[in-house]
C-alpha cells in the first residue's frame, strides 16, 4: 500500500502568516491526492481533491500543488479558524490511505 | 443540507459484535458510494470498507477483511457495517462518509461529507 508522509508533524504560525504543509507518497499517486481539515471533536472536511481543486464552500485562501510524489497544502495568510490537523489521503492505489497529520498550531 | 448520522457503537468485549448504522438525507443516496473511515483514539484516520451504489461493488482494508461486512438499504437511505470478531485494535471512532465521485472507482473515493461518528470500545 502506498504510504504518505506529512511534514512537519507540528507548524506553530502566527494568524496572518502564510502555512505550507507537505505530503510525500511512497510511489507516484499522480493528482489523485485529496487534503482534510479537522479540528477537536468534529469530522474531517474535505479541502482540496485531486492535488488542486479546492472542493465546494472552501475559501480563496486554501490551495493545493503537486503531482506524482510530492504535494503541498498552502495556506496563504492564516485566519484563526485555520488552526486545525490536516490529513493529505491518495486515491491512486487500493486501498486509498491517509498521512498521520501535520498539527497547525497558533504561536 | 446533507446529514450523515451514525449509531450502533458502544462497549463490547474482544470477539462479539456489533451492527453500526449511518442513516443519510439531504442528497439522493443511490446516486453515490459509501464508505466507513475510523479513527483510533488520538490516531490518524484509516478507511475500512465501501460499497457502491448498487452494493455491485464492494471493498474492505486488509484489516477487516473476513470480519466486517458493509451493506446499504437504498430504499432507507441507510449504509451498515457488521463488524464480528472484533478486537482491541478495531477500538475506534467510526465515520460514515459520502463518495465524492458519483461513480464507483475502483482504486478509491474523496469523501466530501463526513457523520460525526459513533464510537465502538473493544475491550473485556
Known amino acids: 500500500e502506498i504510504v504518505l508522509t506529512q511534514s512537519p508533524a507540528t507548524l506553530s504560525l502566527s494568524p496572518g502568516e502564510r502555512a505550507t504543509l507537505s505530503c510525500r507518497a511512497s510511489?507516484?499517486?499522480?493528482?489523485?491526492l485529496a487534503w482534510y481539515q479537522q479540528k477537536p471533536g468534529q469530522a474531517p472536511r474535505l479541502l482540496i481533491y485531486?492535488?488542486?481543486n479546492r472542493a465546494t464552500g472552501i475559501p480563496a485562501r486554501f490551495s493545493g500543488s503537486g503531482s506524482g510524489t510530492d504535494f503541498t497544502l498552502t495556506i496563504s495568510s492564516l485566519e484563526p479558524e485555520d488552526f486545525a490537523v490536516y490529513y493529505c489521503?491518495?486515491?491512486?492505489?487500493?486501498?486509498?490511505?491517509f498521512g498521520q497529520g501535520t498539527r497547525l498550531e497558533i504561536k | 443540507e446533507v446529514q450523515l448520522v451514525e449509531s450502533g457503537g458502544g462497549l463490547v468485549q474482544p470477539g462479539r459484535s456489533l451492527r453500526l448504522s449511518c442513516a443519510a438525507s439531504?442528497?439522493?443516496?443511490?446516486?453515490?458510494?459509501m464508505h466507513w473511515v475510523r479513527q483510533a483514539p488520538g490516531k490518524g484516520l484509516e478507511w475500512v470498507s465501501g460499497?457502491?451504489?448498487?452494493?455491485?461493488?464492494?471493498g474492505y482494508a486488509d484489516s477487516v477483511k473476513g470480519r466486517f461486512t458493509i451493506s446499504r438499504d437504498n430504499a432507507k437511505n441507510s449504509l451498515y457495517l457488521q463488524m464480528n470478531s472484533l478486537r482491541a485494535e478495531d477500538t475506534a471512532l467510526y465515520y460514515c462518509?459520502?463518495?465524492?465521485?458519483?461513480?464507483?472507482?475502483?482504486?478509491?473515493?474523496?469523501?466530501?461529507?463526513w457523520g460525526q461518528g459513533t464510537l465502538v470500545t473493544v475491550s473485556s
Open positions: 462518509a459520502k463518495a465524492h465521485f458519483p461513480e464507483w472507482l475502483d482504486t478509491g473515493d474523496y469523501f466530501d461529507y
Open positions: 439531504g442528497f439522493t443516496f443511490d446516486d453515490y458510494a
Open positions: 460499497i457502491s451504489w448498487n452494493s455491485g461493488s464492494i
Open positions: 510511489q507516484s499517486v499522480s493528482s489523485y
Open positions: 485531486d492535488a488542486s
Open positions: 489521503q491518495q486515491r491512486s492505489n487500493w486501498p486509498s490511505t
